[in-house]
């Protein structure tokens, strides 16, 4: 789309003005280009949910796409976005514990998600636990 404000400004405050007790929004940050993740950094940079997240203050407002703990961090207190994990869930079944501690994520092996396979436990429920220190 050549211009995504009209649209967006108006499905936005449309659910503003008609649904006053929408609790939030939770955008997923455009960082995936067919199997290819983008530059997470780059792309937040001049993020295309910033519009959503203005038209739709003060009300929580939840991000999720290719954040680690460091971006996510930046992120939440630059922007005040809530932050959510999708992918990472699956290769760091520790999540929480990572991030709580700076601990590296695991990388996920994206050709074993969701596509119809035999089901082995190959890519989820494989993927190692964090040491704990």
Known sequence: ????????????TRIRDLYPDFSYIHVVEPRVDGSTTRNAVNSHQASQSDLI???WAPRPFISVGAF????????????GHLIAYGRPFISNPDLVYR????????????????GPR????????????????
């Open 53 to 55: 997240r203005d038209l």
């Open 99 to 114: 991030l709580k501690n700076n601990l590296p994520l695991a990388k996920g092996n994206r050709a074993t998600y969701y």
């Open 1 to 12: 789309m050549k211009d995504p404000v009209p649209q967006y400004t108006d499905v936005i």
């Open 68 to 79: 680690d703990r460091k971006l996510g961090l930046e992120v939440a207190e630059k922007k």
């Open 118 to 133: 035999n089901w082995t436990p190959e890519g989820y429920t494989d993927y190692p636990v964090a040491v704990q220190a």
